[in-house]
């Protein structure tokens, strides 16, 4: 049985930094894509970084691109998310996210990936 459990959450001020940690359980690690995606307060989840099965990533456009980096370490079983220059509209629980199906981990969209964490909370004050 798939299970993601997240870590690393907490408040920092605007221009701090954080790292995001996944657990993986019940699967082959290496052979699922594996993203964070984040939920704003009153708004939908959002892509923030995927991280595909054969290494290559890809970030949400603009918004997180060149502070945040994701990683895996597949000997762990885990995923990162490295996040610096923290800003006040960062804040959002963070989730991650899995799947082995191509066309889920070619998306950016949150209904296509199956398996979830519970999310972890991340509070940015100005």
């Known amino acids: 049985q798939v299970q993601l459990v997240e870590s690393g959450g907490g408040s920092v001020q605007s221009g701090g930094s954080l790292r995001l940690s996944c657990a993986a359980f019940?699967?082959?690690?290496?052979?699922?894509?594996m993203g964070w995606f984040r939920q704003p307060p009153g708004r939908g989840r959002e892509m923030v970084a995927i991280?595909?099965?054969?290494?290559?990533?890809?970030y949400a456009t603009d918004s997180v691109k060149g502070r945040f980096a994701i990683s895996q370490d597949n000997a762990k079983n885990t995923l990162y998310l490295q996040m610096s220059s923290l800003l006040p509209g960062d804040t959002a629980k963070y989730y991650c996210?899995?799947?082995?199906?191509?066309?889920?981990?070619?998306?950016?969209?949150?209904?296509?990936?199956?398996?979830w964490g519970q999310g972890t909370q991340v509070t940015v004050s100005s």
């Open positions: 996210a899995a799947d082995y199906r191509l066309s889920s981990c070619n998306s950016d969209d949150s209904w296509r990936y199956n398996y």
């Open positions: 019940g699967y082959t690690f290496s052979t699922y894509c």
């Open positions: 991280i595909n099965i054969d290494g290559s990533t890809r």
